[in-house]
């Protein structure tokens, strides 16, 4: 698991390399391939090191109510019927993590207006299990030995 989490840490990177443009939706769904959505996903890992990094934001796009019910620390809260009005709160210059539910809907709103985004592919459950017990403390050494 350690090596697992070291060799995502140290690929990171990566995943920030790509050119944000405003295009429009017939444009978008032209272009749209195995590769295009492939990049529209992100997992846990990459996107706790980009949190972690201050690289992204995660927006949750869940009701009001489900979001106070429970969310993942350092989240945002902006439901998915709101996004087309509120992506102005959204920084351009980080990638923009959209998760739970409907998010390659999401997604498709915020690459159509020039947000770098993807979608927790793994969704908020899964992440949730995954910073438990040994995985948790894993993770944090492993992020901490590769900022070194």
Not at 35 to 44: C, D, L, Q
Not at 105 to 112: A, E, F, K
Request: proline fraction near 3%; charged fraction near 30%; aromatic fraction near 10%.
């Amino acid at each position: 698991m350690k090596n697992i989490i070291v060799a995502l840490v140290l690929a990171f990177g990566a995943l920030f390399a790509k050119e944000t443009t405003t295009v429009d939706f017939e444009t978008y769904l032209e272009h749209f391939d195995y590769e295009e959505r492939s990049n529209m996903k992100i997992r846990t890992v990459e996107m706790l090191v980009a949190l972690e990094e201050n690289d992204a934001v995660l927006v949750d796009i869940r009701f009001p109510d489900e979001y106070e019910a429970w969310h993942i620390k350092g989240s945002v809260n902006i439901p998915l019927n709101d996004l087309p009005k509120r992506m102005h709160e959204l920084p351009k210059e980080k990638l923009i993590v959209t998760a739970c539910p409907h998010n390659d809907r999401s997604n498709m709103v915020l690459t159509l207006n020039g947000y770098n985004a993807k979608y927790l592919s793994d969704g908020l459950l899964k992440t949730a299990d995954f910073l438990r017990g040994e995985n948790a403390k894993e993770f944090l050494e492993a992020y901490r030995q590769s900022r070194k």
